[in-house]
């Protein structure tokens, strides 16, 4: 896995503790799918940004560009509509 991991499921806030995790990456690392499904949102939303929901594909996309630092990539997966830790389902992938 490209990338720092900057933020822990189920650490601290500003909403209340994280549903997912967050890594710091180069831009244009090439972001994919911790398993097989498909796209089911692709765009930007609120203030996520880009965001991507799948019912679990491939290669997602790529990292862009962040003003003076690197990007950071935010995962959430939910299991029947719950939050779940995705660092298991990360490792290994590549």
């Known amino acids: 896995m490209a ?16 549903e997912g995790v967050a ?16 796209v089911l949102f692709a765009d930007p ?22 003003a003076g630092e690197m990007p950071v990539l935010y995962v959430e997966l939910r299991r029947h509509g719950t939050p779940v830790d995705p660092l298991p389902w990360l490792r290994n992938r590549g």
């Open 3 to 18: 990338g720092l991991l900057i933020r822990r499921f189920g650490s601290p806030g500003e909403a209340g503790p994280s």
């Open 23 to 38: 890594f710091r990456t180069p831009p244009g690392a090439h972001v994919y799918a911790p398993c097989a499904g498909r």
């Open 45 to 66: 939303f609120r203030s996520y940004g880009r965001l991507v929901i799948l019912d679990c594909g491939g290669v997602l996309g790529a990292m862009g560009e962040a």
